[in-house]
């Protein structure tokens, strides 16, 4: 075989690899596992959020999101319970153990968005950025270089900074 050949054939082979490859599914749960769901792929985008109303729906500083379209999304065990905190906002929650799942919002048609920490490996798809840090809480600060919104990150946003507040 020639040297070129050689790299056409090395070539083929790895288009057969990459078509052949099975996409990623990514599992997760509630705290008590009464709701298990799993996604096929990569999630559209991580996100932390930090509104009021995300840190009021997990009760904490931040809310950290993970992206996917309902296509590619389905529960494999139980049925969360929902909660329509504003108008075409529905957050869902276990009902047994008070796990907060997952959010989807008129906004955002075809997507549902993920709580992080329901993922059954946290270091599995890092976030990518931060939304809505206007309303973020003056003594929460996260020491990465990611990109930080004003509000969304969608729709030509421009960040109005990389990297923690100096
Ligand atoms: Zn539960
Ligand atoms: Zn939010």
């Known amino acids: 075989m020639s040297a070129n050949a050689k790299v ?5 082979a790895t288009t057969r690899a990459a078509a ?10 509630c705290q008590c596992r009464a709701i298990e769901y799993q996604f096929t792929g990569e999630p559209k985008w991580v996100m932390h959020c930090h509104c009021e109303s995300c840190r009021r729906a997990v009760s904490s500083a ?20 929902v909660y329509e905190s504003s108008p075409g906002v529905k957050r869902y929650f276990c009902a047994n153990c008070g796990s907060p799942m997952a959010y989807a919002g008129a ?3 075809g997507e549902v968005h993920l709580f992080h920490g329901t993922l059954a490996d946290p270091g599995q798809w890092p976030p990518t950025g931060h939304a809505h840090v ?3 809480v003056r003594w929460f600060e996260i020491n990465d270089h ?10 030509g946003a421009k960040p109005v900074r990389k990297g923690p507040k100096r």
Do not use: M
């Open 8 to 12: 056409a054939a090395a070539k083929a």
């Open 20 to 29: 052949g490859k099975k996409p990623v599914t990514t599992t997760g749960r």
């Open 62 to 81: 931040v809310a950290t999101y993970v992206g996917v379209r309902l296509e590619q999304f389905s529960y494999l065990q139980g049925e969360p319970t």
């Open 107 to 109: 906004r955002w048609p």
């Open 134 to 136: 206007a309303e973020q």
């Open 146 to 155: 990611l990109p930080r919104y004003a509000a969304t990150a969608g729709k």
